[in-house]
């Protein structure tokens, strides 16, 4: 799991859309304690379980509130050794499973804020005391004025100060408009500032501070608002402590399985070393440095990789690298000196350059270039990146984290030789905490699963995985290649941890593929149950693929979808819920569709157990240039519908696989899918085919009062049982069919069709008639719109002769 804060953005309007948790208090507990957490929310009747993403924490007494849908209460236990920080986890209920939302450990005795009301505890005279190395639940109330929040403490001369916030990151709210965007000062018993803090390179908006105390005394710590907005909901958890809070650690990574030397940098109790035993897996690792007693409540973030350090030397410009891959460290405390790496590759190798810099929380803005050592002009440059470039596949267009500041290159070596790399600021500027890791490592063919929603909301109904006993359900899983990918063939998905009872129904994603409809089937003994699971890529045909599974979400989501903070999961969650009222029954389709046809699939609701409301029918995914009217609804009471889906004229022909939902529309919400209950029906191979005819209108013409006769060629393309039957389409105002329909069997060439104009039809040229036939073929209808013709309505001959 990752987490990140999303960059302040411009904001536009929007539209709150429902969620089945809205938020969850307190906002957080802390080590080796159990917690009484309220969620609140909708439709959430009869729950059942809490699962958690990681490790550390199990909920008890689950149980409905006094308002059983909005409210649902639990004890969380959490486990002494638990990590501290963000933990996200779901609510499963009978028949449901809820938004992720987060809830927050600490080292730390909680302390609650006592203020009831804006105003008091906004003063030094009136502020709470709290004792050091402690976490205090406070929240922003609405006033009069903008609500600030003092806290006091003793401390020594030369001792440690320091506070940190969450705020922004807990993502208490799904949506937000800044409220929670808080600040912090240190002051001292006079009221002097010794430090402030709004925003900082390792939290974003969320500030730190560390001081070392100047003197034995009473000291301060204030929260507040930095731009005042109406809070709503806007707790903070700020933590006021001795503890150490580094700001780097440098380096910033090291070698899978190795002790590592690291410099913590950024303590005002001066710089000191300390060795880490990294782990034997390549990926981010949270660090928490110092000893027992003086580590702090948030992790830095370490890298771990399968290839040797090399650090930046000192007074040498370029550093040698011995050999690639290689990781090159440095930290850039000269503005306007670029660190300068060299190295040597052989041609047409592909290297992947990735930097580490923002994404580990250090304040420098990287940018890189790759020269030959005696070249005149860069053969390679980058400064930022796509989320999809740092392996952020599942995310919106308009998200922005601090990671994306940190570029990403592919360098597909030329010939032969040596090379060098630079690395500098991208504003021209430095510090002592300027840390970067650029990795340089070959090029890897990796392809991820992801489940997004088209809107980013955390939608049951295009992001679930949630299946009623003995049901199926069907759910669009997508994929997309890393950085550096070259593998281009037929992909197929791998399923790990399904739990026992439930099976995954998967086709194969062809060339140029992106999306694929996945079911999940549960059998009516399968246990009721949320566990995590995870979707792999597998190349049909080549060698295995790096791959793993992506889904993501905004908290605090601003107008115009720029969300403030962003949890990262490489798990989804599948639950098993109770058997639904009914299940769904769609016939298999025995003709093909044609191009520029619609075909009725023939549809039946079987209920159960007495149920007996409005069921809505729906495809949720459809073949490419395949489309339907939309959902349509079976009324109470009714078991059977026909579904219409339509072909466009230039979809190619072949076969694939579809299937149709049902959801209960009795209660709910439609959009998301939130309080319904959804099965869907088992694959249906869907055949796209020539049409049966097409039909060429000649140009024809009708005198006003008048019957005249529009020809029709036909092209046969594939022999049909009887008749089919043609009605004109988009005639003129004034002019009919003279027959009801006009029919022709699979042998005839041409028909003649009959029309008849009014001595009122408005004369002129029309263009675009065009006919819709209706052809039976084994059993089963289908409607095709085919032909282009021309009709001209002339004035009747007496009103010509007249003038």
Not at 330 to 354: D, L, M, Q
Not at 431 to 438: A, T
Not at 692 to 708: H, N, P, W
Request: charged share 25%; aromatic share 8%; with cysteine.
């Amino acid at each position: 799991m990752r987490t990140a804060i999303g960059l302040l953005l411009a904001a536009t309007a929007f539209a709150e859309p429902q969620h089945m948790i809205e938020y969850a208090l307190p906002r957080g507990g802390s080590q080796g304690t159990s917690v009484e957490v309220t969620l609140s929310g909708r439709f959430l009747n009869e729950p059942r379980e809490i699962v958690y993403y990681g490790r550390g924490i199990r909920a008890t007494q689950i149980r409905s509130g006094a308002k059983a849908a909005e409210e649902v209460k639990a004890r969380f236990e959490i486990a002494a050794d638990c990590p501290p920080g963000e933990h996200v986890f779901r609510l499963r209920t009978a028949t449901a499973l809820t938004d992720a939302i987060t809830f927050w450990v600490s080292p730390f005795p909680a302390v609650s804020e006592l203020e009831k009301k804006a105003g008091e505890n906004d003063t030094r005279e009136k502020a709470q005391a709290v004792p050091l190395n402690s976490t205090v639940e406070g929240q922003i109330n609405t006033g009069d004025k903008a609500d600030r929040d003092l806290y006091s403490f003793m401390a020594k001369k030369g001792q440690r100060i320091s506070a940190e916030l969450e705020s922004a990151r807990l993502g208490t709210q799904h949506q937000g408009n800044g409220e929670n965007d808080l600040g912090m000062r240190i002051l001292d018993s006079a009221g002097k500032e010794l430090a402030k803090g709004d925003d900082s390179a390792l939290f974003v908006q969320d500030p730190v501070l560390s001081v070392l105390a100047p003197a034995d005394g009473t000291y301060y710590v204030e929260v507040a608002q930095q731009v005042y907005v109406l809070p709503r909901l806007a707790w903070y958890r700020v933590h006021i402590g001795d503890f150490s809070r580094p700001m780097a650690l440098f380096p910033s990574g090291g070698q899978l399985g190795e002790k590592l030397q690291l410099r913590v940098l950024g303590d005002p109790a001066g710089e000191r070393t300390e060795m880490a035993e990294l782990p034997n897996r390549v990926g981010n690792l949270d660090y928490f440095a110092g000893t027992a007693g003086e580590q702090p409540p948030s992790p830095n973030v370490l890298r771990v990789s399968s290839y040797p350090n090399v650090l930046k030397a000192e007074g040498a410009d370029p550093t040698s690298v011995p050999a690639l891959p290689a990781a090159l460290n440095g930290i850039y405390e000269t503005a306007g000196a670029p660190h300068v790496f060299r190295f040597s590759a052989k041609k047409n190798e592909n290297w992947v350059v990735r930097v580490y810099a923002r994404t580990l929380g250090s304040p420098m803005d990287p940018k890189i270039w790759i020269r030959a050592v005696n070249g005149k002009s860069n053969i390679l440059s980058a400064d930022d990146a796509r989320l999809a470039d740092r392996g952020f596949v599942s995310m919106r267009g308009t998200w922005h984290i601090k990671d994306q500041l940190d570029p990403v290159a592919l360098f597909k070596t030329p010939a032969d030789g040596e090379y060098l790399l630079g690395i500098e600021d991208t504003r021209g500027m430095a510090s002592p905490l300027h840390v970067y890791r650029v990795e340089m490592e070959p090029a890897r063919n990796t392809v991820y699963t992801h489940i997004t929603s088209s809107d980013a909301y955390q939608m049951p109904r295009t992001v679930g995985m949630i299946i009623p006993q003995g049901s199926r359900w069907n759910l669009n899983v997508q994929i997309a290649p890393g950085f550096g990918n070259e593998y281009k063939g037929d992909i197929e998905l791998e399923a790990v941890g399904l739990p026992r009872g439930v099976q995954m129904v998967a086709g194969r994603y062809s060339k140029g593929a992106t999306r694929m409809p996945v079911q999940f089937i549960a059998a009516g003994n399968a246990e009721q149950q949320a566990v995590p699971v995870e979707l792999r890529a597998k190349a049909a045909d080549g060698p295995p693929l790096l791959s793993g599974s992506r889904q993501a979400f905004g908290l605090f989501n601003r107008p115009g979808e720029h969300p403030w903070h962003f949890v990262f999961l490489e798990k989804y969650i599948l639950a098993v819920t109770q058997p639904a009222p009914f299940h769904l029954e769609v016939d298999q389709p025995r003709i093909p569709l044609a191009k520029s046809g619609e075909l009725s699939l023939k549809t039946r609701i079987v209920r159960h157990d007495g149920y007996n409301g409005p069921v809505d029918l729906t495809a949720d995914w459809l073949p490419s240039g395949v489309s339907s009217g939309g959902s349509i609804t079976v009324p109470a009471g009714k078991t059977e519908a026909s579904f219409r889906i339509q072909a466009g004229e230039k979809i190619p022909a072949g076969i694939s696989q579809f299937s149709l939902s049902a959801t209960t529309s009795d209660a709910g919400d439609a959009y998301s899918g939130i309080g319904r209950i959804r099965v869907s029906s088992p694959f249906l191979k869907l055949e796209v085919a020539e049409p049966y005819v097409t039909i060429d209108l000649k140009r024809a013409s009708v005198e006003r009062g008048q019957r005249g006769e529009l020809i029709a060629e036909l092209k046969q393309n594939r022999a049909f049982e009887g008749k089919a039957e043609v009605i004109l389409k988009r005639l003129p105002k004034g002019v009919k069919m003279a027959v009801p329909v006009a029919t022709f069997s699979s042998r005839d060439r041409e028909i003649v069709i009959p029309v008849e104009a009014s001595e009122d039809a408005l004369v002129g040229m029309y263009k675009d008639i065009t006919c819709e036939v209706s052809i039976k073929d084994k059993g089963e209808t289908i409607k095709q719109n085919t032909g282009s013709g021309q009709l001209r309505i002339d004035p009747a001959r007496h009103t010509r002769a007249s003038r």
